[in-house]
């Protein structure tokens, strides 16, 4: 079992660009989250799924939008990237309740210039 | 106010002893849960523990235990027998009730010395 997956590692985008960062897992988990994490700081939430067909936002969602494919996928779109989007981002993925716990992927370091 | 306050930016531990990494956390919601995860220097964010707030016993997995104070708002991680590659980053994070997400303190860097 891969986990979670989150392509591309890294990523350099100049101002105005738009891209979009994949996310997949494996473990068969209803919900599915992205963070980012600036320096200095904890994570914080950008979107998540609760389930697939659900979206919501989190702490930081201006400047994003996401999709949940299906179960497994969940990605993050920059539309328009922004130098304060500069940041290490992470896919986690949980089953819903209380206890469920997290599990994160390696994250995708993105430099915006 | 802050949900997850970690006051210690850096800890220094010898090789073999135990170490304290404090969190405290601030929720008026009776159900909760409370994580502590590891970041190594090669970034991955890695699950250690979890503690529910209706548990009565104080979690433990292997040489990490959570000293879960409730009065005191606290959950603060100890990690036994440390070893050089406990050396990382700790957080601290909270789920409180149904909410799916998690609200993460600033982190203590961890530094093991042989």
């Known amino acids: 079992n891969a986990g979670v997956t989150q392509t591309p590692k890294f990523q350099v985008l100049k101002t105005g660009q738009s891209m979009t960062l994949q996310c997949a897992q494996d473990?068969?988990?209803?919900?599915m989250y992205w963070y980012r994490q600036d320096p200095g700081m904890g994570l914080r939430l950008i979107y998540y799924?609760?389930?697939?067909?659900?979206?919501d936002k989190g702490e930081v969602p201006n400047g994003y939008n996401v999709s949940r494919l299906n179960k497994r996928e969940f990605s993050l779109r920059l539309e328009s990237a922004a130098p304060s989007q500069t940041s290490v981002y992470f896919c986690?993925?949980?089953?819903?309740?209380?206890?469920?716990?997290?599990?994160f992927g390696p994250g995708t370091r993105l430099t915006v210039l | 106010a802050q949900k997850i306050t970690q006051t210690q930016p850096g800890m220094f531990v010898q090789e073999k002893e135990a170490v304290t990494l404090d969190c405290t956390y601030d929720?008026?919601?009776?159900?909760?849960?409370l994580f502590w995860y590891k970041q190594p220097s090669s970034g991955e964010m890695i699950f250690l523990i979890y503690q529910g707030s209706y548990d009565q016993q104080n979690a433990t997995e292997g040489r990490y235990s959570l000293n879960f104070q409730k009065a005191r708002k606290s959950a603060n991680l100890v990690i036994s027998a440390s070893q050089l590659g406990d050396s990382a980053m700790y957080f601290c994070a909270m789920r409180e009730g149904p909410a799916n997400n998690l609200f993460f303190g600033t982190g203590t860097r961890l530094t093991v010395i042989p």
């Open positions: 986690a993925s949980s089953e819903m309740g209380l206890a469920g716990i997290q599990f």
């Open positions: 473990m068969n988990h209803n919900s």
């Open positions: 799924s609760a389930s697939e067909g659900t979206t």
């Open positions: 929720t008026s919601d009776p159900s909760y849960g």
